[in-house]
C-alpha cells in the first residue's frame, strides 16, 4: 500500500501569513492527488485536484502544486475562515488519506 | 441541489452487523461511482469503499475486506454498505461521497470525491 505522509500535523500562524502544508508519497503517483478543507464539526470539501486544479468557487488564495511524490497546498493569506483540518488524498489506485494538518490562528 | 442522505447508524456490539444505506438526489444516479469514507471520533479520514456505476468494480479498504460489502440499487437512488463483524475499531462516522469523474480511470477506479453526506455515526461497543 501507498504511504501518504503530511507534515506538520499542526501549525499555528497569523492572519496574512502565507503558509504551506506537505503531502509525500511512498510511490510517485503522478499528480492523481486532492487536498480537502474540514472545519471543526463539518463535512470535507475538495479544494484542489488533480495536484494543482482548483476547485470551482474555492477562493484563489489556495494553491496547490507539485507531482509524482512531492506536493504542497499554499494559503497565500491566511484568513480567519481557513482555520480547519486539510487532508490530502491519493487516487491514482485506491485512495489513500494522508493524516491532516490542523491550522489554527496565532 | 446535490444532496446525499446517509442513515442506519447505531450502537452495535462487537461482533453485530449493521447496514447503511445513502440516498441521493439531485444527480443522476446511474452517471457516478459511489464511496464511503470514515472517520473515527477524532481522528483523521479513511476511504472505505467503491463501487462503481454497473457495479462491475468494487473495492475496498485492506481493514474491511472481506468483512464489508457494498452495494448500490439504481431503483432507490442509494448505495448501501453491509458491515459484519464489527469491532471497536470501526466505530466512526461514515460518509456517503460521490467520485468526481476526472479520475485515472473513470468509473473504474475511484477519484476523488465532490459531494459528501453529512454522515451517520457507527459505535460499536460492549
Known amino acids: 500500500d501507498i504511504q501518504v505522509t503530511q507534515s506538520p500535523s499542526s501549525l499555528s500562524a497569523s492572519v496574512g501569513d502565507r503558509i504551506t502544508i506537505t503531502c509525500r508519497t511512498s510511490q510517485a503517483i503522478f499528480n492523481y492527488l486532492a487536498w480537502y478543507q474540514q472545519k471543526s464539526g463539518k463535512v470535507p470539501k475538495v479544494l484542489i485536484y488533480a495536484a494543482s486544479t482548483l476547485q470551482s468557487g474555492v477562493p484563489s488564495r489556495f494553491s496547490g502544486s507539485g507531482s509524482e511524490t512531492d506536493f504542497t497546498l499554499t494559503i497565500s493569506s491566511l484568513q480567519p475562515e481557513d482555520v480547519a483540518t486539510y487532508y490530502c488524498q491519493t487516487y491514482n489506485r485506491v485512495p489513500f488519506f494522508g493524516g491532516g494538518t490542523k491550522v489554527e490562528i496565532k | 441541489e446535490v444532496l446525499l442522505v446517509e442513515s442506519g447508524g447505531g450502537l452495535v456490539k462487537p461482533g453485530g452487523s449493521l447496514r447503511l444505506s445513502c440516498t441521493i438526489s439531485?444527480?443522476?444516479?446511474?452517471?457516478?461511482?459511489l464511496n464511503w469514507v470514515r472517520q473515527a471520533p477524532g481522528k483523521g479520514l479513511e476511504w472505505v469503499s467503491s463501487?462503481?456505476?454497473?457495479?462491475?468494480?468494487?473495492y475496498y479498504a485492506d481493514s474491511v475486506k472481506g468483512r464489508f460489502t457494498i452495494s448500490r440499487d439504481s431503483a432507490k437512488n442509494s448505495v448501501y454498505l453491509q458491515m459484519h463483524s464489527l469491532t471497536v475499531e470501526d466505530t466512526a462516522v461514515y460518509y456517503c461521497?460521490?467520485?468526481?469523474?476526472?479520475?485515472?480511470?473513470?468509473?473504474?477506479?475511484?477519484?476523488?470525491?465532490?459531494?459528501w453526506g453529512q454522515g451517520t455515526l457507527v459505535t460499536v461497543s460492549s
Open positions: 463501487i462503481s456505476t454497473s457495479t462491475t468494480y468494487k
Open positions: 439531485g444527480f443522476n444516479f446511474n452517471d457516478f461511482s
Open positions: 461521497a460521490r467520485d468526481h469523474p476526472d479520475g485515472v480511470v473513470p468509473d473504474t477506479i475511484p477519484s476523488f470525491f465532490d459531494y
